[in-house]
């Protein structure tokens, strides 16, 4: 992790001089001022070897999250029994990849065991219950999470409370309850409100914002909010207008990041919706950016489109993430090194003094270069408008992807 950050400020003060390829995901993100770029994964998943490689890039992620196996019916199946063992793959795979985690969820209404939802609960019973599951997970990490989503999904849509076990039966003092019980367990983890459709502003962000008021009014610890970013392809708002939303939370005294982002297209895709989908994603790390250090890291919610909830979710949909279900980069990749302020394609010469990186506020579908040299394995060489390199790296080969996109594969 300190040599990635290492290699990122060296490369943004120019100190580098020569880069032999694009730069990914994470170092453009510390480039750019960001903590991390990450990816959700699943305990699933990790068994596929192609899969694992691309995670453990650390080039391009340097943060993953769990995508279930840290929720409470993972690791609290029954009353008082523990079980961490998936959570710990994880936890384990970000340790020897110099990855951080952050750790999700402690409550949510999603998710829980039957003994729970199912339960017989006075408002002193359910306190206990909650507060023991808290103290018992955020205890066993203790010093492995750099965030955890303390309460998640809270409220409706109006920005009211969502009612839930813990809502109808402790009231809304159940936000501020956990917040303190997580503190109290591991003082030096970021404690973090997660939702999603905040990004819009409106009702829905002013109630996570009374949510966080709530939990500092009660004098207990609360360092960030979390705005999952779960999206259809043009719906995201413009990059100013996310600033603003941002900016609302972290007007607060609190620290922001994109946890879960996605954007969805409608099956099949097209090269207008991929091209959009790009231009989503610019947007949206493009506004972290545009507020760092408040915000903090993005997040997708796994990289690959094999593996997202969308299309079990969402009938219809999918395509959702940057890369396709062959592990092929789509132009959502380069939307967001664009909206990272990183170009896209290798460096010109052995002798060029220039960097990959450059700042800009472009919020285009593909970064563009000025390189008239050749692209790395992975790199852009060609689509509409591309105005980099048209020649592959040996042994590569320039690959239309689609119409806007060619690929060094
Ligand atoms: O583990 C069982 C497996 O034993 C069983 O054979 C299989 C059959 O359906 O189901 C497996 O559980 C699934 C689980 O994912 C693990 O794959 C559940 O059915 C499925 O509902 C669950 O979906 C998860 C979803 O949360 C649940 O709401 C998604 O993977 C996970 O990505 C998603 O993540 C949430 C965030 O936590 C909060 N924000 C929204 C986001 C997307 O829904």
Redesign the pocket.
């Known amino acids: 992790m300190v040599q990635l950050r290492l290699v990122a400020a060296a490369v943004a003060a120019g100190l580098l001089p020569t880069v032999t390829s694009a730069i990914g995901l994470h170092e453009a993100a510390l480039a750019a001022g960001l903590e991390y770029f990450g990816s959700?994964t699943?305990n699933?998943e990790l068994s596929d070897s192609a899969y694992l490689t691309q995670l453990d890039n650390t080039a391009d992620f340097g943060q993953i999250t769990p995508?279930?196996s840290q929720?409470w019916d993972s690791t609290e199946p029954s009353q008082g029994s523990f079980s961490f063992t998936n959570g710990d793959v994880i936890a384990d795979l970000a340790d020897s990849n110099g990855q951080y985690l952050r750790c999700?969820?402690l409550v949510?209404h999603?998710?829980l065991p039957s003994w729970v939802t199912s339960g017989s609960w006075t408002n002193a019973t359910l306190t206990a219950a909650l507060r023991n599951h808290i103290t018992n997970v955020v205890t066993h990490y203790k010093g492995r999470c750099i965030h955890w989503d303390v309460v998640?999904?809270a409220l409706n849509e109006d920005g009211t409370y969502r009612t839930n076990i813990f809502y109808t039966t402790i009231g809304e003092s159940y936000i501020p309850i956990a917040f303190a019980a997580a503190a109290a367990a591991d003082p030096d983890v970021k404690l973090y409100y997660n939702d999603?459709n905040l990004e819009y502003g409106g009702s829905k962000a002013a109630g996570a914002q009374r949510i966080v008021q709530l939990v500092q009014n009660a004098g207990v610890k609360i360092d960030g909010v979390g705005l999952?970013a779960?999206f259809e392809v043009g719906t995201v708002p413009s990059r100013s207008s996310l600033v603003s939303v941002l900016n609302g939370f972290i007007a607060l005294g609190v620290e922001v990041a994109y946890t879960?982002a996605d954007v969805r297209i409608q099956l099949p895709t097209s090269a207008t919706t991929l091209a959009q989908q790009a231009v989503d994603f610019g947007n949206l790390v493009g506004s972290c950016v545009d507020t760092a250090p408040d915000c903090v890291g993005f997040t997708i919610?796994d990289w690959t489109d094999k593996y997202s909830?969308v299309p079990s979710?969402f009938s219809g949909y999918g395509a959702a993430l940057p890369w396709d279900e062959n592990y092929v980069k789509k132009p959502a990749y380069n939307g967001l090194l664009a909206g990272l302020g990183a170009a896209t394609s290798s460096s010109a010469s052995a002798t060029a003094t220039s960097t990959t990186l450059t700042t800009t506020t472009t919020t285009s579908s593909s970064a563009t270069s000025t390189s008239t040299g050749t692209a790395a394995h992975w790199g852009q060489c060609g689509g509409n408008g591309w105005t980099g390199p048209t020649a592959c790296a040996s042994p590569w080969t320039c690959t239309v992807i689609n119409a806007w996109y060619s690929q060094c594969l």
């Open positions: 959700a699943d699933g995508g279930n929720k999700h969820t949510w999603n998710q998640n999904e999603y999952q779960h879960e919610w909830w979710t």
